[in-house]
């Protein structure tokens, strides 16, 4: 049988390219956001690759929602051995002006929606013998930024649950992971380029070169590929005894 994987977040950036790489090793995918198109965007993608494909745009601010996600998810493809927890948002500003509308709402889809839906899959992967859940941190999991005080704070809190929910699946072949990109050049980050851009007073060039990728050992942005090919890496029968790990990708930021 094909394995299946839910991955949240990929009608667009990173999770829509782990999708593809996904799909082209012949999984059943379960693509999941809020982009308009996502229907097409998932059927075009199983047509391509010839697999089975599904779509939904719960709203990952809602527990409930996230728990039909992946009933959803069991209910169609009748399995789910890997769970992708990717959507993410991004708002950045100094503390004092931070909005605690936008505060609360990082760390209810970056951070608490990990745990709802870990918390989902976890009786159909112990009953599988067999669940790889990869949680999409960033290199800010482990390092921080001013003015990305939400983002921070959620990146890191979910490495702590990788970590727990590696402890807690390894009697049952539950793997648990974090992948920790450095800059990847998606919508999340365009936006970012173009905000930034008026806050620094700087053109869009000079914010990827002075600000963005200024951490960074490597001064590019971190392909796509590489996070795709950790993930499938993770997602493995053979990697049952990777887990709990934080993996870097971040063009050497955090070697400094
Ligand atoms: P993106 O904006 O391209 O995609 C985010 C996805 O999350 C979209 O599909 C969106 O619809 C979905 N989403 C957002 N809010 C949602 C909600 N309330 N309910 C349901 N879905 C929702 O972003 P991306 O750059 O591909 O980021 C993906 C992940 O990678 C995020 O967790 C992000 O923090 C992380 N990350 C990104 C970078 C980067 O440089 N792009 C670096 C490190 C980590």
């Given at each position: 049988?094909?394995?299946?994987?839910?991955?949240?977040?990929?009608?667009?950036?990173?999770?829509?390219?782990?999708?593809?790489?996904?799909?082209?090793?012949?999984?059943?995918?379960m693509f999941?956001?809020?982009?308009?198109?996502?229907?097409?965007?998932?059927?075009?993608?199983?047509?391509?690759?010839?697999?089975?494909?599904?779509?939904?745009?719960?709203?990952?601010?809602?527990?409930?929602?996230?728990?039909?996600?992946?009933?959803?998810?069991?209910?169609?493809?009748?399995?789910?051995?890997?769970?992708?927890?990717?959507?993410?948002?991004?708002?950045?500003?100094?503390?004092?002006?931070?909005?605690?509308?936008?505060?609360?709402?990082?760390?209810?889809?970056?951070?608490?929606?990990?745990?709802?839906?870990?918390?989902?899959?976890?009786?159909?992967?112990?009953?599988?013998?067999?669940?790889?859940?990869?949680?999409?941190?960033?290199?800010?999991?482990?390092?921080?930024?001013?003015?990305?005080?939400?983002?921070?704070?959620?990146?890191?809190?979910?490495?702590?649950?990788?970590?727990?929910?590696?402890?807690?699946?390894?009697?049952?072949?539950?793997?648990?992971?974090?992948?920790?990109?450095?800059?990847?050049?998606?919508?999340?980050?365009?936006?970012?380029?173009?905000?930034?851009?008026?806050?620094?007073h700087m053109?869009?060039?000079?914010?990827?070169?002075?600000?963005?990728?200024?951490?960074?050992?490597?001064?590019?942005?971190?392909?796509?590929?590489?996070?795709?090919?950790?993930?499938?890496?993770?997602?493995?029968?053979?990697s049952t005894?990777?887990?709990?790990?934080?993996?870097?990708?971040?063009?050497?930021?955090?070697?400094?």
């Amino acid at each position: 049988m094909n394995k299946t994987v839910l991955i949240t977040g990929s009608t667009s950036g990173i999770g829509l390219g782990i999708a593809n790489q996904f799909a082209k090793e012949g999984y059943a995918i379960m693509f999941h956001g809020l982009e308009k198109n996502g229907a097409e965007i998932a059927k075009e993608v199983g047509e391509r690759y010839k697999v089975k494909v599904a779509f939904s745009n719960a709203n990952l601010l809602q527990a409930e929602a996230i728990e039909g996600l992946v009933e959803e998810t069991i209910k169609t493809f009748g399995a789910l051995h890997v769970l992708v927890n990717n959507a993410g948002i991004q708002f950045v500003s100094p503390i004092e002006d931070f909005p605690n509308k936008k505060y609360e709402n990082i760390i209810a889809i970056n951070m608490n929606a990990v745990f709802y839906a870990s918390k989902a899959v976890w009786k159909q992967m112990k009953k599988q013998k067999f669940g790889r859940i990869i949680n999409v941190s960033s290199v800010h999991g482990i390092r921080a930024s001013e003015f990305k005080s939400a983002y921070v704070t959620a990146k890191h809190g979910v490495i702590g649950m990788t970590k727990v929910l590696a402890l807690e699946g390894a009697a049952f072949n539950i793997t648990c992971n974090a992948i920790c990109p450095g800059y990847v050049k998606t919508p999340l980050v365009i936006g970012q380029i173009k905000d930034q851009a008026k806050a620094h007073h700087m053109t869009e060039e000079e914010v990827v070169e002075k600000v963005m990728l200024k951490k960074q050992a490597v001064k590019q942005f971190v392909p796509l590929e590489a996070i795709t090919d950790m993930a499938i890496l993770l997602a493995k029968d053979s990697s049952t005894t990777i887990t709990g790990s934080s993996f870097v990708l971040d063009g050497g930021w955090s070697a400094q």
